[in-house]
């Protein structure tokens, strides 16, 4: 079975401070892990994968299997990151289905 | 591109009733699509997956004969409530994934359903 837990359900920050929203998955193969978003009003979008290995909008995130963490990192949050964020997990014998964790809130504060 | 669009965006029905919601890919073709439940202030339980031209794979808990899903063309998805009661009152939410491309899931804005 495949878990995506996020430990925190709110996390609110001051603008320019570092943000870390933390991720843990359990599964046994080797999965695909993503981050979404969903700002206010809009619709769940992707914002990363791990397999890109690429920064969004300031955002990083780093697969560590060795403890089973895809935490979501950005150094200098800003007022417009305010939003949900799930953190999802593809096994690889799943097909293209999506476990999503419980999602994060976060608040950037002026 | 890859613009997914659901109707109605909310609709109200009396309980017994059954509802139907629309999921279409615009701009792509979609092999696949999913159907998740949000329950407020809770994460996406996915409900289904719905390939083209076959049989709906439900998830373990989720009634295929409550929820129907018909899957017709590669751009629309239906999932229909039927004999709807005030618990099925939900958020749903559909994804598409673009023909030949497998990791990434477009979602549509999501339907709000209220059954009084």
């Known amino acids: 079975a495949q878990r995506v837990t996020q430990p925190e359900k709110l996390l609110s920050v001051f603008k320019g401070a570092p943000v870390e929203l933390k991720c843990n998955y359990s599964?046994?193969?080797?999965?695909?892990l993503f981050w979404y978003v969903q700002y206010s009003r809009q619709r769940l979008q992707l914002l990363l994968r791990?397999?890109s290995r690429e920064s969004i909008k300031g955002f990083t995130a780093d697969l560590n299997k060795g403890e089973t963490s895809f935490h979501l990192k950005k150094p200098f949050a800003q007022e417009e990151d305010s939003a949900m964020y799930y953190c999802?997990?593809?096994?690889?014998?799943?097909?293209?289905?999506?476990?999503f964790g419980g999602g994060t809130r976060l608040m950037v504060k002026p | 591109g890859a613009v997914v669009s659901q109707h109605p965006s909310r609709v109200i029905c009396k309980s017994g009733t059954s509802v139907k919601i629309e999921c279409r890919s615009l701009?792509?073709?979609?092999?696949?699509m999913f159907w998740y439940r949000q329950f407020p202030k809770q994460s996406l339980m996915l409900m289904a997956t719905?390939?083209?031209?076959?049989?709906?794979?439900?998830e373990q808990g989720v009634e295929k004969d409550k929820f129907l899903i018909n899957h017709a063309s590669l751009t629309l998805s239906t999932l229909t409530v039927t004999s709807a009661h005030p618990e099925d009152s939900s958020f749903y939410i559909c994804?598409?994934?673009?023909?030949?491309?497998?990791?990434?899931?477009?979602f549509g804005p999501g339907t709000r359903l209220t059954v009084l």
């Open positions: 599964y046994s193969g080797s999965p695909e």
């Open positions: 701009d792509f073709q979609a092999t696949t």
């Open positions: 719905s390939n083209e031209g076959s049989k709906a794979t439900y």
């Open positions: 999802a997990l593809r096994g690889n014998n799943a097909g293209n289905m999506l476990t």
């Open positions: 791990h397999i």
């Open positions: 994804s598409a994934t673009l023909a030949g491309v497998t990791d990434t899931q477009y």
